[in-house]
């Protein structure tokens, strides 16, 4: 089974940027398309970005021209690079595969944007 490790979550202010990072156990990434979600409290999850085995890139509207995600297949990691945050943008992020059925979701990484 794998297992989702995230990381790199924080409280910044309006304007900053944050790195998050994903850690996956086993040859769990490969070969699937990855994506990065994430959940307000009370919300649905949101699937926000995501990337293929080829590196194609995909944004919902909400993150395009932020954010960037990147993908380590070697080391089976994957990244968010998240700039100019906003206040809307606080959530617990999660990675996971985009196919369906997920892997068993992780615990998360919280994001606080906020002065």
């Known amino acids: 089974q794998v297992q989702l490790v995230e990381s790199g979550g924080g409280l910044v202010q309006p304007g900053g940027s944050l790195r998050l990072s994903c850690a996956a156990s086993?040859?769990?990434?490969?070969?699937?398309?990855l994506a990065w979600y994430r959940q307000v409290s009370g919300k649905q999850r949101e699937l926000i970005t995501s990337?293929?085995?080829?590196?194609?890139?995909h944004y919902a509207p909400p993150v395009r021209g932020r954010h960037a995600i990147s993908r380590d297949n070697a080391k089976n990691t994957m990244n968010l690079q998240m700039n100019r945050l906003k206040p809307e943008d606080t959530a617990v992020y999660y990675c996971?595969?985009?196919?369906?059925?997920?892997?068993?979701w992780g615990r998360g990484t919280d994001v606080a944007v906020s002065s």
């Open positions: 086993g040859n769990g990434f490969a070969p699937y398309t």
């Open positions: 990337i293929s085995i080829k590196n194609h890139t």
């Open positions: 996971n595969r985009e196919n369906s059925p997920p892997f068993t």
